[in-house]
């Protein structure tokens, strides 16, 4: 796949393009080589965590997921995952590059690790909603190890109303029952800082309020930093007072720290509808 066909397929645009192409020109090197060997090794094992490899750095990530980003594509190919629900998918890379010039300022991907569960086959973006299959491993999880479930997932990309998660949850059957049917899946799960309880209480009116809804939320845990890093796109905990308070949302998640507050991630899971 020439870099053309494959920025097109990672959705990977302007200076982000430039900087990957750099990356392209020369052969790659004994890191990259070991994240190349780290991603081949986890296609096809529906692997539930982030890959690893010794000595690789964020930029040696980069080259290596640019590189394996074709053999994931051939490998939905051979399974008969419609092409457009792989480019879908595979579309985060170009959007978390451009969210880490946001964030940092610069070209890279601090968000590398989260990249690596697409390139292992097993994640799907099925209209506004991304669909990670992985067996259960029991404990906390509300299904008992070993069933398949789906851990759902929001990319950032306009707005989130009933109609579109409705949508996606029937497209996320219909493709799952299609795809993989002897991995059968009863439940979805979610665990986000969408899902604190304190923001539907907040904000009740939202779409966010209305996507929590549809979850049941068994337990929370700490994460003070998720509500600020995907409101503000900022990693910075230091400096909140100059954070816009545009929007109900942005003023919901500084007025909870301003009072001592600390956001939590909300563990949830649902039932996936079944197909009409
Ligand atoms: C999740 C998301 C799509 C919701 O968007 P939405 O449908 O517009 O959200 P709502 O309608 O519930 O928004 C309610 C309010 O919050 C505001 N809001 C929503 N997302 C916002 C954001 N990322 N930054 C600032 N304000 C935001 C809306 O403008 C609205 O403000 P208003 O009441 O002043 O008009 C959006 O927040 C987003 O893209 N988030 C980043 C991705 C993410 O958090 N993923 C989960 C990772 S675990």
């Known amino acids: ?27 790659p090197s004994p890191a990259v080589l070991a994240a ?22 964020e ?7 640019l590189r394996f980003a074709p053999v994931t594509a051939a490998h939905h190919g051979s399974a008969g995952i419609p092409a457009e629900i792989t480019a879908a998918t595979l579309a985060d890379i170009g959007l978390n590059l451009r969210i880490n010039r946001r964030v ?15 390139l292992a086959g097993n994640m799907f973006r099925l209209g506004r909603l991304q669909y990670h299959l992985v067996r259960s491993t029991g404990g906390m999880s509300p299904a008992p190890e070993g069933e398949w479930i789906v851990g759902i997932h929001i990319p950032e990309d306009g707005g989130l109303s009933p109609a579109v ?15 993989f049917p002897d991995k059968p899946v009863r439940l979805a799960t979610c665990d986000s800082w969408m899902l604190d309880p304190y923001l539907a209480e907040r904000l009740p009116e939202s779409n966010i309020a209305s996507f929590a809804r ?12 998720d509500g600020v890093y995907f409101t503000f796109r900022t990693r910075d905990m ?10 109900s949302l942005q003023r919901a998640v500084l007025e909870r720290i301003d009072d001592g507050g600390s956001w939590q991630l909300g563990h949830g899971y649902l039932e996936l509808p079944a197909a009409p």
């Open 1 to 27: 796949m020439d870099t053309t066909a494959l920025f097109e397929l990672l959705d990977i645009r302007d200076d982000d393009a430039r900087e990957c192409a750099a990356l392209l020109a020369t052969p």
């Open 36 to 57: 190349l060997a780290a991603l081949e090794g986890r296609l096809g094992t529906f692997p539930a965590g982030s890959g690893t490899a010794e000595g690789c750095g």
């Open 59 to 65: 930029s040696d990530w980069i080259e290596a997921l």
């Open 104 to 118: 940092h300022g610069r070209f890279g991907l601090d968000t590398w690790a989260w990249l690596t569960l697409h």
């Open 165 to 179: 998660v409705d949508e996606s949850l029937l497209m996320a059957r219909a493709f799952l029952d299609r795809h």
């Open 214 to 225: 549809r979850f049941t939320v068994d337990r929370c845990s700490e994460a003070a930093s």
């Open 238 to 247: 230091e400096n909140l007072a100059q954070l816009p308070r545009d929007t």
